[in-house]
């Protein structure tokens, strides 16, 4: 059962099927007032707590008709701070690899997520040994409960808050249903009303909005640029990236001086990959 709280007007939906026609209904209500095209500057952190390899990212949002793209900007390398560590950079396949100290390394590539909310469709691309996979789920992955009395100003626009547990962390969003009945930025959804910020409650992960326009009058683009491009699925890439840990293992054994065994900690990752570590 999913318990919908607009505002201090608690209702009780039971029905998936019918919450998306709820959904639908608010998208035409919201075409017919012209204020379904919405753009949003973010900022990401990332492993916030781990000073050598926390990072800081620029992303965009946009909303535009049935669908939505998130995307990091990449227009100035700057934006990426690993601690005050200066750092040496080259170009591996398909990402820019960066020199953090003698043991850490980071890569930089380019985030772009694509929602499609007529089909419920999310596609995104991942990566595994510096090459790109992209990777499609459904939209609606998330259960949120939402907090009764949490209402909130976030940038002029009234908001509430809800939680939700997720491949291993919990995350407390902020929605507002004065912008939009659906979206948010990364794979955050499911919620009657648009994501602007996210924070996990280990402090992991923040993503917070500095900068919303509604209504914009250059026109928005958002386009998915995985057509031509071989989807698959979460699983089938939670597969590949173990397979792929598993081989770099035996390669560490084999290079070991006394051929004993070891583990790799898999801990760097927004979400829980369900590998949390791997021994050899």
């Keep these: ?36 095209n919405i753009e949003i500057d973010f900022i990401s952190i990332e492993n916030t707590s781990n000073v050598i390899s926390s990072t800081k990212t620029n992303y965009k ?21 690993y601690g005050n560590n200066a750092f040496d950079k080259k170009q591996v396949k398909d990402v820019t690899q960066i020199k953090l100290s003698d043991n850490h390394f980071g890569i930089i590539k380019d985030d772009f997520f694509y ?18 996979i992209y990777v499609g789920e459904k939209n609606n992955i998330f259960s949120w409960e939402i907090k009764p009395s949490s209402d909130t100003l976030v940038l002029g626009f009234r908001c509430q808050k809800a939680i939700t547990k997720f491949r291993g962390r919990t995350y407390e969003a902020t929605f507002s249903s004065e912008l939009a009945p659906y979206g948010g930025p990364w794979k955050f959804d499911g919620l009657p009303g648009l994501i602007i910020s996210v924070k996990s409650l280990d402090n992991y992960f923040i ?49 070991s001086e006394n051929g004993e065994g070891g583990s790799i900690k898999i801990g760097d990752k927004i979400e829980d990959l369900e590998i949390p570590e791997m021994k050899f």
Excluded at 3 to 25: A, D, H, T
Excluded at 115 to 132: A, G, H, V
């Design 61 to 81: 949002l946009i909303l535009k008709d049935s669908a939505s793209c998130y995307f990091n900007t990449l227009k100035d390398e700057s934006q990426f701070i």
């Design 1 to 36: 059962m999913t318990r919908l709280e607009l505002f201090g007007q608690p209702r009780l939906i039971n029905n998936p099927k019918k919450m998306n026609y709820i959904k639908y209904l608010l998208f035409l209500f919201l075409s017919n007032l012209g204020a379904q």
């Design 207 to 255: 993503i917070f909005p500095v900068k919303i326009v509604v209504n914009k009058k250059e026109p928005l683009i958002c386009e998915n640029i995985y057509k031509e491009k071989k989807i698959i699925s979460w699983n089938e890439f939670k597969k590949m990236f173990k397979e792929n840990m598993e081989r770099k293992l035996k390669m560490l054994r084999s290079k």
């Design 115 to 132: 929602k499609n909310f007529i089909k419920d469709t999310l596609i995104y691309n991942e990566i595994i040994s510096n090459e790109k």
